[in-house]
């Protein structure tokens, strides 16, 4: 069964400072990756997501992840926050197109991300 | 290019009762995912919905049912509601050919049992 872990339930940092989001995953075979943020009573918006080919992609809003597939990792990475990234980020782990489950993510638990002035 | 819109926004009910929630797909989609994302979680698979039929199912009971209908737009049902049934129901939609898996989300259901 699939699952993904992301250890941090809350991370705080000062503006301006650089952020790393972790997220392990465990799936049988070649994974599709999305990393999605939401607002305070707002739907997910999809900040990047991963398929294939380079393991550094580059996401909306200056956010980028690297696939680790020894280390079963897609940790999110910004080098500069704003204050307007305060949000919660989830990680998730599809079967991606023509499988049975392709509507299928599974979520991790979430990590909450405050940005002090 | 409209997005994935949901009604109603929220709503209130008590235990026992029955509820329907309802989505309309981004415009050229004709496949939808609904998720239950209970308070500090993250969204949990309810089913999804292609060409009308449920086509994928995560761990929930038969008295959560879903419809689709033939422009895409989606019905979720829950019945004999119970208190841990109040959480933010969130859609998805998505194109199932030439795609690889990602799913566009409305802003979601808020559903409070008592």
């Known amino acids: 069964a699939q699952s993904v872990t992301q250890p941090d339930i809350h991370i705080t940092v000062s503006e301006g400072a650089s952020l790393e989001l972790r997220c392990n995953y465990s799936?049988?075979?070649?994974?599709?990756l999305f990393w999605y943020v939401q607002s305070p009573g707002q739907g997910l918006q999809l900040l990047l997501k991963?398929?294939?080919?380079?393991?550094l992609v580059q996401g909306i809003k200056g956010f980028e992840a690297e696939f680790k597939r020894s280390q079963s990792s897609f940790n999110l990475r910004k080098p500069s926050v704003h204050w307007s990234d305060a949000a919660e980020y989830f990680c998730?782990?599809?079967?991606?197109?023509?499988?049975?489950?392709?509507?299928?993510?599974?979520f991790g638990q979430g990590t909450i991300l405050t940005v002090h002035p | 290019e409209t997005g994935v819109t949901q009604s109603p926004t929220h709503l209130i009910k008590t235990r026992g009762q029955q509820v329907t929630l309802r989505c309309s797909s981004q415009?050229?989609?004709?496949?939808v995912s609904w998720y239950q994302q209970a308070l500090g979680q993250g969204p949990q698979f309810i089913f999804q919905?292609?060409?009308?039929?449920?086509?994928g199912r995560g761990n929930f009971p038969p008295r959560f049912s879903g419809l689709q209908f033939p422009n895409y737009s989606s019905e979720l049902n829950v019945n004999a509601l119970e208190l841990d049934d109040s959480a933010l129901y969130l859609c998805?939609?998505?194109?199932?050919?030439?795609?690889?898996?990602?799913?566009?989300f409305g802003e979601g259901s808020r559903l409070t049992v008592l």
């Open positions: 998805a939609s998505s194109r199932l050919a030439g795609n690889t898996g990602e799913l566009f």
């Open positions: 799936y049988g075979a070649t994974p599709y």
């Open positions: 991963y398929f294939s080919g380079d393991t």
């Open positions: 998730a782990v599809g079967a991606g197109y023509g499988g049975t489950s392709y509507g299928k993510l599974t």
């Open positions: 415009s050229g989609h004709n496949t």
């Open positions: 919905y292609y060409r009308e039929e449920e086509n």
